[in-house]
């Protein structure tokens, strides 16, 4: 009876054992901090008229470029940080730390720490049902995590409405965002493919890699707001439509096709690239600032 | 008796435990019997697929300024190269194809057309540039020549114990060429590893992700990383081939 009972034991414990391994070895240690590589450039961040990379509908355009960027001075908005997509389209690194529940040892959430203009974002791995389309959007949203082929996949939904890039392009609150994280050896790819039903005619796609840091990333920073000569009670800064003077800026700094830079879907495919082989005059030699591997182009 | 039985069923349990950890384990090393790369396949990158360019546009769809080097981490050695970038220079000696190598060649806007030259040889053939490089999953004898392709040595990474995986695919014996077509160079000692992932897209799409890495003792202080993407197509019917051009 007593080895019965014994047998029976030990069944169960190798059924869980031999679960627990096919299932934990379907995934990648996430948690950790992962520095940016940064050898990618997706938005130029000085330049208030850039949608290069980008399907936008006539709508998103026209509001994109009623953008000011003195708006982020206003004492209100100093602090109103970026959404989710600023994960991949920000400088920052990830510093990435895992919550487990204590009685199944399971991962519960990922949680991916915030910056000082980006709010962190938790992706819950434990199958919770998503809140209520009615439930509370947020910059980060609800992010709903699994892993899939070797990756960690996840979808986040209830996004404020705000903006995909810094240069003012919309982003609205029925968004949504997949993301697809891939980890081979110290480097880490993080996917990003977002769909807008108002304001991407396509998905933007976006994907930056990370190497593994030894050293902990901590971009904890609180934002402290302060005047920017903005006096409350201004209006918000904006240009009404055909008055941005900035429109044509990023075309002649780089003999750019205006409307790569305005961001229409056809100049995302390489049909686009022949279209203007015979029109188009490069720029002169490079004489400044030629090398930075900085954030930022050079503004004239 | 069922002392007997009992301990029968512990013994079977243990074996079948052991047997379960084994296989995962070998899955893990890529072991097991041996099969060919086509037919252990863990993903399936055959078919064609068309460059969908949302990041580097700049330095992609059009020639950069002759001289800029921006995100790339060149060395000291690499600036006079990129100083003195003259594709007309490149065009007489024969050297158009310089920014159409292994290590800018998924970066440079175009179609892929992926098959099987046999069954332990990926083909990726590329409509821009009309290059040809060929995965060898098995030993092949390397070629003293170098190329703007190299040799490439590919391994499938299955994901342990699930569905799906990756392709991870080294380049070395490559001739010296451009990581941007306005000159920036990588040389001859340069190696590229790349890992092709595979993505879902609405409407049953799907997203070919290549992580490449360009490690170069001469040209390059540290690796440099990109990771181009690619929808898939239906089709070869917006296929076009266009021949190597140093200025475009």
């Known amino acids: 009876m007593f080895i ?10 190798a059924l869980l054992v031999g679960l627990a391994a096919s ?44 953008y000011d960027e003195s708006q982020k001075s206003m ?39 915030a910056w000082e203009d980006w709010n962190e974002m938790v992706i819950w791995m434990d199958d919770r049902p998503r809140p209520s389309e009615h439930a509370l959007h947020t910059q980060a949203g ?24 810094k240069t003012g392009v919309p982003l609205t609150d029925q968004a949504t965002i997949d993301w697809r994280i891939f980890r081979h050896g110290d480097v880490l790819t993080v996917l990003m493919v977002a769909t807008d039903p108002v304001y991407l005619v396509e998905p933007e796609i976006v994907s930056k890699s990370f190497r593994l840091s030894r050293t902990p990333l901590d971009y904890r920073a609180g934002c402290v707001t302060g005047y920017e000569g903005r006096e409350p009670g201004d209006a918000v800064p904006h240009y009404g439509p055909d008055q941005n003077p900035f429109i044509d800026e990023f075309v002649k700094l780089y003999h750019l096709p205006k409307e790569a830079v305005l961001g229409y879907p056809e100049t995302l495919y390489p049909e686009y690239r022949k279209k203007i082989k015979d029109t188009y005059v490069p720029p002169p030699p490079c004489s400044e600032s030629c090398g930075a591997a900085g954030n930022f182009v050079l503004r004239r | 008796m069922r002392i007997s039985r009992a301990a029968t069923t512990l013994v079977v349990t243990l074996l079948l435990t052991l047997v379960q950890l084994a296989t995962i384990h070998a899955q893990q090393r890529g072991g097991g019997p041996a099969r060919s790369a086509r037919d252990s396949a863990p993903i399936d990158l055959t078919g064609y697929w068309v460059s969908y360019v949302t990041e580097n ?6 020639t950069p300024a002759k001289g800029e080097y921006r995100r790339i981490p060149s060395s000291r050695a690499a600036l006079p190269i990129i100083n003195a970038w003259d594709p007309a220079a490149d065009e007489r ?10 290590g800018n060649i998924m970066s440079v806007p175009g179609r892929l057309h992926i098959t099987w030259q046999d069954a332990d040889t990926l083909r990726i053939e590329t409509d821009a540039g009309t290059q040809t490089r060929l995965f060898h999953f098995s030993p092949s004898s390397a070629s003293a020549l170098r190329t703007w392709q190299g040799e490439s040595t590919a391994t499938w990474e299955p994901a342990p114990g699930a569905d799906g995986g990756s392709l991870r695919v080294v380049t070395s014996n490559l001739r010296a060429g451009y990581l941007r077509k306005n000159g920036v160079p990588y040389g001859e000692r340069a190696t590229v590893t790349e890992h092709f992932d595979l993505a879902p897209l609405a409407a049953n799409g799907k997203l070919l992700l ?11 202080t540290g690796p440099y990383v990109v990771s181009p993407h690619f929808k898939k197509e239906p089709d070869g019917s917006k296929w076009d081939p266009t021949p190597c051009s140093s200025t475009w």
């Open chain 1, 75 to 113: 004492i209100e908005r100093q602090c109103a940080g970026w959404g989710a997509a600023y994960l991949v389209l920000g400088p920052f690194g990830l510093r990435v730390s895992s919550q487990i529940d204590p009685v199944t040892n399971r991962v519960v959430s990922y949680t991916i720490g």
């Open chain 2, 57 to 62: 546009w700049r330095y992609r769809m059009v």
């Open chain 2, 210 to 220: 290549v992580t490449t890495i360009v490690e170069d003792p001469e040209y390059l």
């Open chain 2, 93 to 102: 000696a024969g050297n158009q194809c310089k920014s159409y190598g292994a």
């Open chain 1, 23 to 66: 299932r934990a070895s379907a995934q990648f240690e996430f948690a950790g901090s992962w520095a940016p590589i940064g050898t990618e450039d997706v938005q130029n961040d000085s330049v208030p008229v850039d949608y290069l990379g980008l399907a936008l509908t006539d709508e998103a355009r026209t509001r994109a470029l009623t």
């Open chain 1, 142 to 165: 609800f992010t709903l995590g699994r892993w899939e082929g070797g990756a960690l996949a996840a979808r986040t939904t209830h996004v404020k409405a705000g903006f995909i890039r």
């Open chain 1, 4 to 13: 019965h009972v014994v047998a029976r034991r030990v069944f169960i414990a």
